[in-house]
């Protein structure tokens, strides 16, 4: 057996195992969900349930990655009891990271795309009207968006090429400094704005009447807990082995729930921060959180027209949200190269060259969902919604399922096994005593988030069969 690839550096590892989890999601859905569901209060309610729900999860992906010292294309296969079927979802595993590509580096060349219209003053003196025609108008251009996506997929495949410590490392450990650099110049920038009082109030003081009824009075308790479970879930990227390819590229010199833990502070600080970043504005300026992409690509660069500087803001804040994009996009690229690699023993360099071409046609779908064949839908999804869907609500639950099966099940890699590798080293131990809760009720949280994605996504079409 060829010797494994290692990181340089702790450092390095902790990075950009964050670099993956840390997205988009922390910086529009995070805020987004926060101010919907309560401010401050729903913050404590999403970091219990990320300690509770998704620090296990990644200890057993860690794990699992560390012990097969392979990707998800070998991992389960290597560590399976004879005559057991866990590595069937290898292949479930690897189109997930495939679907996520499709239109992450879509997204991804937005953002590029948006930095460059924001140095260059296309948003000067443009009402809100005006600032939303630029995003409707790059919706109906293909081909700068195609353009774009190029670049962003160059830029991944040509770092992953380069090799885990030459390219991907050196650059996710730069890219990330100046991404924590950047959201920390922002934010003070935020903080410090005329206005911005009231909106830190609400996202740093807990009113928990906020997280139990809305403005209106409606009790949304009940969304705002399936809300927070969301939301820890899904922003680590579990359950596709994108996590567990940095755990193959390990030691055993850490045990695996103090580097479980650290790469949830730092992806769990980058939402805060992009928090601090975006309430402050948003009270300073008078205008709603936003949803989406309505508050990246058309709220906040109306904000940015209004500030002293604010091409200078702009550009810092597209820059950074490039970088958060980007250290997504070569993490998840290394796992797809990786398992290529292991799969069927290629080189990195024929690896890097086919996935290239995949990743290039396979995300023309979601270009041309958006302009012309904006008119194919399924169930009111278009064919970003439905690649999103695929991933988000199918195969992110699904497969984090499968990686706590295989670390509790006797028919998969078992209990002690698992426990045996996650507390090998020095630091934090997992504890012997939550085996019950990881074995029993954890499967059964899990399988409430996908069944709660399902019916928040279906639920309306099954009522109207029913009237």
């Not at 499709?102 to 005006?130: E, H, N, P, S």
Request: with cysteine.
């Amino acid at each position: 057996m060829e010797k494994r690839e290692t990181f340089s550096s702790r450092l390095g590892f902790v990075l950009i195992s964050a670099g993956c989890a840390i997205g988009l999601g922390n910086v529009w859905r995070f805020p987004y969900i926060t101010g919907k569901y309560g401010g401050a209060a729903f913050v404590l309610l999403y970091l219990l349930f990320l300690v509770i729900l998704g620090l296990p999860v990644m200890v057993m992906e860690l794990a699992v990655g560390r012990a097969s010292q392979r990707s998800i294309a070998l991992s389960f296969q290597r560590l399976e009891p004879k005559g057991t079927r866990w590595h069937w979802y290898s292949y479930v595993g690897f189109a997930g990271n495939y679907l996520l590509m499709m239109f992450y580096t879509v997204i991804a060349g937005w953002l590029l795309y948006y930095f460059v219209k924001t140095l260059r003053g296309d948003f000067a003196g443009l009402d809100a009207d005006g600032v939303s025609g630029q995003f409707v108008d790059l919706m109906g251009a293909p081909g700068t968006m195609t353009l774009y996506m190029i670049i962003v997929v160059c830029i991944g495949m040509i770092v992953c090429a380069q090799g885990l410590r030459n390219g991907v490392e050196r650059v996710n450990k730069l890219m990330m400094l100046c991404l924590l650099a950047l959201m920390l110049v922002l934010a003070v920038n935020s903080v410090l704005l005329p206005g911005a009082g009231e909106g830190l109030r609400f996202y740093l003081q807990p009113n928990f009447s906020n997280l139990v009824y809305d403005a209106d009075g409606n009790w949304i308790l009940g969304e705002a807990v399936f809300a927070a479970m969301g939301q820890a879930f899904f922003t680590l990227s579990l359950g596709i082995g994108a996590i567990a390819i940095f755990g193959s590229y390990i030691g055993k010199e850490h045990r695996l729930a103090g580097e479980a833990l650290r790469i949830g502070v730092l992806d769990t600080c980058v939402a805060f921060v992009a928090g601090l970043i975006i309430f402050p504005a948003c009270s300073a300026f008078g205008v709603s959180t936003g949803e989406g992409p309505a508050l990246v690509f058309m709220t906040l660069p109306n904000i940015f027209n209004h500030m002293a500087m604010g091409r200078l803001w702009g550009g810092l804040f597209f820059l950074f949200l490039s970088f958060a994009a980007l250290s997504t996009v070569i993490a998840v690229f290394e796992n797809i190269i990786s398992f290529t690699m292991d799969r069927w023993w290629l080189s990195r360099k024929k690896a890097v060259l086919i996935n290239f071409v995949g990743v290039l046609l396979l995300s023309m779908p979601c270009i041309l969902g958006c302009n012309l064949w904006s008119g194919f839908t399924v169930f009111g999804m278009d064919i970003s919604g439905i690649e999103d869907f695929l991933v988000s609500q199918n195969i992110l639950p699904l497969g984090s399922l499968v990686y706590v099966l295989f670390c509790t099940s006797k028919r998969g890699w078992g209990w002690s096994r698992f426990l045996d590798e996650a507390n090998a080293g020095e630091g934090l131990s997992f504890p012997k005593g939550v085996r019950f809760y990881v074995t029993y009720v954890l499967p059964l949280i899990v399988l409430f988030i996908f069944g709660m994605g399902y019916w928040n996504q279906f639920g309306e079409y099954i009522l109207q069969l029913f009237q």
